[in-house]
């Protein structure tokens, strides 16, 4: 009894609040085109989030088919469209929402919204968080090796201490995101944003680096061997005590970057904007 007040108040908070219609996804069913409005989309993403479980999730779409506002027909495409990412297994991981010890491992999540997720010591290894949305997002010690997020949005996500070994990161949006002490071995960071970021001592060892703007940053004491450093925005960055043996800074710009301390042996410095640089 308890649960079905529930479920029936949950839905008449939703219809509540979409008395204009709004239709944001579309499938196809059979030959007919079909609109999914957008609240169901929004009940998605709260049970992706943890905000309500799996059974609140499946008995709120059983309560609107039974009411008549979802036709039985294609109520299963809904579920599966408005969680594309998800299979419907209950013993699939990819459905865990133990926060924030959960192992989503090659789970597919591009495009989620997991703005302030607490994922921390989580194994994401392998995991698809291409255009997702994880600003402000906590990842400290995380696993995300070989993880693909290509053109996510990470501003002000908390990664310190993450390993991103082999990860994806090209064309990132992490302004103001925290990499203190995360391993970054053999990542592909080009064309990211982590302009005002912090990544004191962190690994990135044969880093793609590559147009990455790093103007701002905090890199103290990071460790910088072997990677493509080409064309990446080094203005006023602190790389006090840095590691760029082997590094390759050709093009790069490090207008007022403070580079005491730091360890230039066998890098190509044939940078911009520095006293340092080979004209």
Not at 47 to 59: H, V
Not at 168 to 186: D, E, P, R, S
């Amino acid at each position: 009894m308890k649960m079905q007040v529930k479920i029936t108040l949950f839905v008449i908070i939703l219809l509540s609040v979409s008395s204009i219609p709004n239709f944001a996804l579309k499938f196809i069913y059979g030959e007919e085109e079909h609109n999914i409005p957008s609240w169901i989309s929004h009940v998605s993403r709260w049970n992706l989030q943890g905000k309500i479980n799996n059974s609140e999730y499946e008995n709120a779409i059983k309560f609107l088919l039974k009411q008549g506002f979802i036709q039985r027909e294609y109520a299963e495409e809904i579920l599966e469209r408005a969680q594309p990412n998800l299979t419907q297994d209950a013993d699939d991981k990819c459905w865990a929402r133990n926060f924030p010890i959960v192992n989503w491992s090659n789970c597919n999540f591009a495009e989620v919204d997991l703005n302030h997720a607490n994922l921390h010591n989580a194994n994401l290894s392998g995991v698809n968080l291409e255009h997702a949305n994880i600003s402000k997002a906590y990842f400290f010690r995380t696993n995300l090796v070989e993880a693909h997020l290509q053109n996510a949005n990470m501003i002000q996500t908390q990664s310190a201490e993450a390993n991103l070994s082999g990860a994806n990161l090209t064309n990132v949006n992490g302004k103001f995101v925290n990499f203190n002490a995360a391993i970054f071995v053999g990542a592909d960071l080009s064309g990211a944003n982590f302009q005002n970021g912090a990544f004191m001592g962190a690994n990135l060892t044969n880093a793609e680096l590559s147009a990455v703007n790093f103007s701002y940053t905090d890199m103290t004491a990071a460790d910088f061997t072997g990677a493509n450093l080409s064309g990446a925005d080094l203005s006023e960055a602190l790389l006090k005590g840095a590691i760029l043996h082997n590094a390759n800074l050709t093009g790069a710009n490090l207008h007022d970057a403070d580079i005491k301390g730091d360890d230039l042996s066998g890098a190509d410095l044939h940078c911009l904007n520095h006293p340092m640089c080979i004209k």
